[in-house]
């Protein structure tokens, strides 16, 4: 079972995501395993006991925005650690390596060779954590588009569905080949004639013919 351990300020927007459908079911059949750690939680009270020290500071050197103090997020990932070998740890970045699909192959061959058991995925805020952070535990980076983002929340979000979905036994028969079937480009459904604002939008002839071979010519074309 590959298990993702999810280092985030923010545990609680994977709620909904893990809880439907497809994720929900691989959780629930053991095919994968998703636990938290909140860097807060390893935050002190402050001097007047009301509220936690700051996770946060300004950078040395200057500049707009905060920096998370390495410390806690340091113990939160050694936490997740614990006396695990098999694992990897990924630092999001526009700077990393960009993920795709291959990607998500590889990993999950390597978690059914047992080369990979756990991943942990750390997910950075504001202006993200003191670089310490990766000195002290050197992970891979990994970029998942050529844009900025809040937080490293809906990367992992991503890498967890992307790569859950080429483990075996996640998808259904019908489900494990559509990498290959969205190459199709167009699809469609009854009716054959669709009715909106007095026109009339039909099927393509060719997909009602039953000619297989004509159909699949008429999906390489609309690929």
Not at 47 to 60: A, C, G, R, Y
Not at 143 to 150: A, E, K, M, Q
Not at 156 to 183: H, K, P
Not at 189 to 207: N, Q, S
């Amino acid at each position: 079972m590959l298990t993702f351990h999810i280092v985030t300020l923010f545990p609680e927007m994977f709620d909904s995501y893990l809880s439907e459908s497809i994720l929900k079911k691989a959780i629930k059949n053991k095919k994968i395993s998703v636990k938290f750690y909140n860097p807060r939680n390893f935050a002190k009270p402050s001097k007047n006991q009301e509220l936690l020290e700051p996770i946060d500071d300004k950078p040395f050197g200057g500049g707009v925005g905060m920096v998370l103090k390495a410390e806690f997020y340091l113990k939160a990932i050694k936490k997740a650690l614990g006396k695990k070998k098999n694992f990897e740890i990924i630092y999001f970045s526009p700077r990393g390596k960009k993920f795709d699909t291959a990607m998500a192959k590889e990993i999950a061959k390597e978690n059914k060779k047992n080369e990979i058991r756990d991943l942990i995925l750390v997910s950075a805020r504001y202006e993200g954590f003191d670089s310490r952070v990766e000195d002290i535990y050197p992970g891979k980076r990994i970029s998942i588009g050529d844009y900025v983002l809040t937080g490293g929340e809906l990367p992992s979000m991503i890498l967890i569905d992307s790569i859950s979905r080429q483990i075996d036994g996640v998808l259904g028969n019908i489900e494990s080949l559509e990498e290959e079937r969205i190459s199709a480009g167009k699809f469609y459904t009854r009716p054959a004639i669709l009715k909106w604002k007095k026109k009339e939008y039909k099927v393509p002839e060719v997909l009602l013919s039953g000619n297989h071979k004509k159909i699949e010519e008429w999906k390489k074309k609309n690929s």
